[in-house]
């Protein structure tokens, strides 16, 4: 059975400051993908960036990156510069491939507020 | 290009009403996904559609729950008969073909009492 952790209920920053946040999961599968969204106050989620399993290189969009270690099954969203627009309750998600399609699982989301 | 629409945003119902919860994907997509999420629970799939056909159907969602997709533009999530348990913001998602991130819409907040 696949299962995303995010072991950090909450998270704090100042303006400018670099975030990370991490996830941990667990997975059978051989290629799969992993992704991060951020649902805002509003109740919106928005997806960010996201890491294939196959690709050793690390993920960037805009001022979101990710640090993926595949061995130990760990992945980190890096926000750079974050600004008080980040705040928000940030998701990783992992792919699973069913007959036909696919799904996601969530982890527990941990929630980042970022002071002005 | 709109993106996913949710309707209604709140909704509050009775226990035991029956109540109905729509969803537009964004136009070309060809999965949509419906998710349940509370604070103890977090994101649960409800049920996921591809081409309009059934792929998924929560197991432990299956006896009040009932997803329906008789277009590609369209779904539909009834919960009959509601219980209080079920209070919780309602989620529809949507794929492009050959895609795997998903796109929300802002969701239905739903209140049994």
């Known amino acids: 059975a696949q299962r995303v952790t995010q072991v950090q209920p909450t998270g704090s920053s100042q303006w400018g400051e670099e975030v990370t946040l991490d996830c941990s999961y667990e997975?059978?599968?051989?290629?799969?993908?992993i992704f991060w969204y951020r649902q805002l106050f509003s109740g919106e989620m928005v997806f960010l960036i996201y890491?294939?399993?196959?690709?050793?290189q690390n993920q960037r969009s805009g001022r979101y990156s990710v640090v993926f270690q595949k061995s130990f099954k760990s992945i980190s969203l890096v926000i750079s510069a974050s600004q008080p627009e980040d705040s928000g309750t940030y998701f990783c998600?992992?792919?699973?491939?069913?007959?036909?399609?696919?799904?996601?699982?969530f982890g527990t989301g941990t929630s980042l507020l970022v002071d002005p | 290009d709109a993106g996913v629409t949710q309707t209604p945003r709140h909704e509050v119902a009775e226990k035991g009403q029956t109540i109905i919860l729509k969803c537009e994907p964004v136009?070309?997509?060809?999965?949509l996904f419906w998710y349940r999420q509370t604070k103890i629970q977090g994101l649960e799939l409800l049920s996921y559609?591809?081409?309009?056909?059934?792929?998924?159907d929560g197991g432990a969602f299956k006896d009040r729950f009932k997803a329906e997709m008789l277009n590609s533009s369209f779904s539909t999530l009834k919960i009959q008969p509601t219980e209080p348990k079920d209070s919780a913001v309602y989620l529809c998602?949507?794929?492009?073909?050959?895609?795997?991130?998903?796109?929300f819409g802002p969701g239905t907040r739903l209140t049994v009492l």
């Open positions: 559609f591809r081409s309009k056909s059934l792929m998924e």
């Open positions: 136009s070309g997509h060809n999965d």
């Open positions: 890491q294939p399993s196959f690709d050793t």
């Open positions: 998602a949507s794929s492009p073909p050959g895609q795997y991130e998903q796109y």
């Open positions: 997975t059978s599968e051989y290629f799969y993908r």
């Open positions: 998600a992992l792919s699973e491939l069913i007959f036909g399609g696919y799904k996601l699982t």
